[in-house]
């Protein structure tokens, strides 16, 4: 069993930031990516970011275009841990994010933290 346990979410004005923090537990292979989901009802589950990583090494990062230069996405292997800085904070951001856990077999979600951007 892997379960992902999400925190950092919260509400902030825009322009703030907040930083969202994934852990994974239980049996988790040595090559994965991990990263984040966003959802606002209504509208389509969008990835927001993505890390893969093998052992110590992190092999490569994908953003929304939407994210850019705004969130950075960073992962600690021996903890299995990512997470998301989010800066610059806007309130088209406002959604559910949703942790991942993509492996060979099976891909692991978690249960979502509410983000809210308003002023």
């Known amino acids: 069993q892997v379960q992902l346990v999400e925190s950092g979410g919260g509400s902030v004005q825009p322009g703030g930031s907040l930083r969202l923090s994934c852990a994974a537990s239980?049996?988790?292979?040595?090559?994965?990516?991990m990263g984040w989901h966003r959802q606002t009802p209504g509208k389509q589950r969008e990835l927001v970011a993505s890390i893969i990583s093998g052992g110590d090494t992190n092999y490569a990062t994908n953003y929304a275009d939407s994210v850019k230069g705004r969130f950075t996405i960073s992962r600690d292997n021996a903890k299995n841990t990512v997470y998301l800085q989010m800066n610059s904070l806007k309130p088209e951001d406002t959604a559910v994010y949703y942790c991942?856990?993509?492996?060979?077999?099976?891909?692991?979600w978690g249960q979502g933290t509410q983000v809210t951007v308003s002023s």
């Open positions: 991942y856990l993509a492996q060979l077999t099976k891909d692991y």
């Open positions: 239980g049996s988790i292979f040595t090559f994965s990516a």
